[in-house]
């Protein structure tokens, strides 16, 4: 009977304490959310301020709020909820790439895909590379900590992963439409690639680098590149088939919605599951999508796509930042570090500076050879623009805090002093690039780029219910002069120079053709609207595709 009573008095005490736990699992809950709506509300009233933007806005009352959570708890903790890479990764990041895959203007995209990818991939390769070498020459001057090869590679990955936010919130991509999609365009891909190097980092033995681990590290990354591609480009034309075979739209938009969201979110865990790049994955996803799914259901569900995706990523946005200003006054890292604070600030200095030189040795010298390859003195990226470009990749973000977690910590503690030195100098650079850096945008784009209001703006369609940057096709958006070229045939080049830029022009002819012959009629896409009867504005969409 006496043990009978124990067991039931255990497990009454157990239920206590479980219940408490819940509660005070809500009350963080009520807190954080009340936090972001207390960032949108700021922000929105910031928004004409030169010096602040949503991002800036959010990071200092994410500080603010730490420095009171750690006064009220007596400097034990600092943030409502624990950070971790899957919190990071499998819920923040998925809706973020995916939007800017959805509502990216393609024409432009694809117009500079060459440039992008000549930033985003080999120039993140050879920030990577400066990082990491400039880290062994320091670094190991410095006592910080045992750090093998690995370690420093893996340093060179994560600062080099760019948060182009705070610019991208200040360009106006009708006003700069070239400098919008470099910036943008390399912002997706440098993440990308920053996050294929550094799992690829992590998968091979590189205490002893011999030219064959060397090819195999390659092959390996441009493996997991292409294959990621392709995976999000098949899901997205998987559900571009379904919806359209299927005609989801005559009986609910909500399945129209629903399966669209389940097929981005689905694309990007079959690559985590398969140890591929989620977030490649998802954006040519959200790039197919928004090619063909997107005209593929009713006017409601466009409307609605639209604004939910953009909704869920700008939430993810804010939170993660709202995040990082509360993590950035842990005390538990900082505690490691308070014995050699020059240490630190040292290891920051040094990191910040690396940042900007590896930077500048691909910028520069990667827009002199995308510059030879353009014909037409509009499409050449200029000093000016190209000081921006250089600007909006020092500011570091998210990105970099997680892949830092991921390799100095252990589910978000480390007890290692070089570790937390990683972390908080890690903390730093974001903070002071976020903040410093992000504050000057927009003046130094003012400056630079004074732009005056055009009088005349490209819209892509007067109907309000149609998305402006979806409604375009995959490489163009108007019937133009490549549609003009009778009977199918493109001029030959005449020179190095006409060598250098018509291939690119080819390609767009012939995708063209070869999405109107083949993809669109088993795929559907622009010209496809399903009828619905008694929807005149469907009728007349569908009159104005044709």
């Not at 420095?67 to 499998?90: A, M, W």
């Not at 024409?107 to 120039?123: C, D, E, P, S, V």
């Not at 490691?336 to 200095?349: E, K, L, M, N």
């Not at 108007?478 to 030959?492: A, I, K, T």
């Amino acid at each position: 009977m006496d043990t009978m009573d124990a067991h039931i008095t255990s497990a009454v005490s157990k239920l206590q304490t479980l219940n408490t736990s819940d509660h005070a699992s809500v009350v963080s809950m009520n807190l954080f959310v009340a936090l972001l709506c207390a960032c949108i509300v700021v922000g929105h009233l910031l928004e004409e301020n030169r010096w602040m933007n949503e991002s800036i806005t959010a990071l200092l009352i994410g500080i603010c709020t730490g420095v009171v959570i750690l006064l009220v708890s007596g400097g034990k903790s600092s943030h409502l909820l624990v950070f971790s890479e899957d919190l990071f990764f499998i819920y923040l990041l998925p809706p973020i790439i995916f939007n800017a895959g959805f509502q990216v203007k393609k024409k432009q995209f694809f117009r500079n895909f060459m440039t992008i990818m000549l930033f985003g991939a080999i120039g993140t390769l050879i920030s990577c590379s400066i990082i990491s070498a400039g880290a062994i020459k320091f670094f190991q001057k410095m006592d910080i900590g045992p750090l093998d090869i690995g370690d420093y590679l893996a340093i060179g990955a994560i600062f080099a992963a760019t948060d182009s936010v705070c610019t991208l919130q200040v360009l106006n991509q009708d006003e700069t439409p070239l400098l919008y999609s470099l910036v943008f365009g390399e912002g997706v891909v440098n993440d990308a690639t920053s996050v294929v190097l550094f799992n690829a980092i992590q998968s091979f033995d590189l205490t002893n680098i011999n030219p064959r681990i060397a090819w195999q590290f390659i092959c390996n990354f441009l493996y997991l590149f292409i294959t990621s591609t392709m995976l999000g480009v098949v899901t997205g034309l998987l559900s571009a088939y379904i919806i359209k075979k299927l005609y989801f739209g005559r009986h609910s938009t909500d399945r129209e919605f629903a399966l669209m969201m389940l097929m981005a979110y689905l694309s990007y865990m079959l690559a985590e599951l398969f140890y591929l790049s989620g977030i490649l994955t998802v954006f040519f996803c959200g790039i197919v999508m928004s090619h063909y799914t997107w005209h593929n259901v009713t006017e409601s569900s466009r409307v609605t796509t639209k604004h939910a995706f953009a909704t869920m990523s700008f939430v993810a946005e804010i939170f993660i930042f709202l995040y990082v200003g509360m993590d950035a006054l842990d005390i538990e890292k900082w505690r490691f570090v308070s014995d050699s604070p020059g240490t630190s600030v040292a290891v920051s200095s040094i990191l910040l500076g690396l940042v900007m030189v590896g930077r500048a040795a691909f910028v520069f010298p990667l827009s002199f050879l995308s510059n030879l390859s353009k014909k037409s003195h509009a499409e050449k990226i200029c000093l000016k623009q190209q000081i921006v470009i250089w600007w909006a990749g020092l500011m570091r973000g998210a990105v970099s805090m997680a892949l830092a977690y991921n390799k100095f910590t252990s589910l978000g503690h480390t007890h290692l002093h070089g570790n937390a030195i990683m972390i908080t100098s890690t903390i730093t650079v974001v903070l002071f690039s976020t903040m410093v850096f992000g504050m000057m945008t927009k003046p130094l784009i003012r400056f630079l780029l004074p732009h005056p209001k055009q009088e005349m703006r490209a819209t892509v369609s007067s109907d309000p219910t149609t998305q402006k940057s979806i409604s375009v096709p995959l490489l163009g958006d108007n019937q133009d002069s490549l549609d003009d070229l009778g009977g199918g045939l493109v001029p030959r080049p005449n020179s190095i120079r006409a060598l250098l830029t018509t291939p690119t022009h080819t390609v767009h002819y012939y995708w063209r053709k070869f999405d109107n012959a083949f993809m669109r009629p088993v795929f559907g896409g622009r010209g496809f609207v399903p009828f619905v009867p008694g929807s005149p504005t469907e009728r007349s969409s569908d009159n104005q595709w044709k």
